[in-house]
């Protein structure tokens, strides 16, 4: 059975990654409230439904792309339920055809592991790289749903307060498309 602690209110006792210390430092200076859980590992999409459930929100799915070239990125964030189609995302913002960015990068650039993208992931964004890209679908969401940098740690904040509050202090502003899910 997968374990999910009980709902926390507050930031760990002690951090697994830099990264995992600048975003409850963020929420913290930014006084955006969160709800979080401890977790098994959790790589998946199906690893977060139990996830789910516990906090009473729909983790988002977030993708780490990049060009052929790797030298343009992007920090793709759309529900849970949606394929992704690399050709379908790169016509509708009208750029080359992307691919997943390669591990080394996302650590690189990011400062996560394969499973633990999450927006907070621009934290790490220095040199202003990664363009965020939200679908429009998860803005309609009243909660948010993501890692918190960890594959062990999984959060709730308001949408309104990630897009409109956390990018704005991060330096990234995200650009919003509208993916029609398409088998």
């Given amino acids: 059975m997968f374990f999910v602690s009980d709902i926390l209110g507050k930031a760990p006792d002690s951090y697994k990654s830099y990264l995992q210390e ?6 913290a200076e930014l006084q955006i409230p969160f709800e979080r859980v401890n977790t098994d590992e959790a790589i998946s999409m199906e690893d977060c ?3 789910n459930h516990k ?14 070239k790797k030298t343009e990125f992007y920090l793709y964030i759309t529900t849970a339920d949606k394929l992704f189609k690399a050709k ?3 016509n509708t913002l ?5 691919s997943f960015a390669p591990a080394e990068l996302m650590e690189q ?3 996560v592991k394969i499973g633990a993208a999450t927006v907070f992931s621009v934290l790490m964004d220095k040199k202003n790289l990664v363009q965020v890209v939200f679908d429009k679908d998860v803005l309609l969401e009243e909660w948010y749903g993501c ?3 960890t594959t062990t740690g999984y959060m709730k904040v308001k949408t309104e307060l990630i897009v409109n509050n956390f990018l704005t202090y991060a330096k990234h502003i995200p650009k919003v498309i509208e993916m029609q899910n398409i088998n």
Avoid: H
Avoid at 22 to 27: A, D, I, P
Avoid at 94 to 98: F, L, M, Q
């Fill in 88 to 90: 379908n995302f790169s």
């Fill in 109 to 111: 650039i990011l400062g």
């Fill in 22 to 27: 600048k975003v409850y430092e963020s929420l």
């Fill in 49 to 51: 439904i139990e996830i």
């Fill in 94 to 98: 009208g750029i080359s055809r992307v």
């Fill in 147 to 149: 890692s918190d940098g």
């Fill in 55 to 68: 906090l009473n929100m729909k983790m988002v799915k977030t993708l780490f792309l990049c060009n052929s």
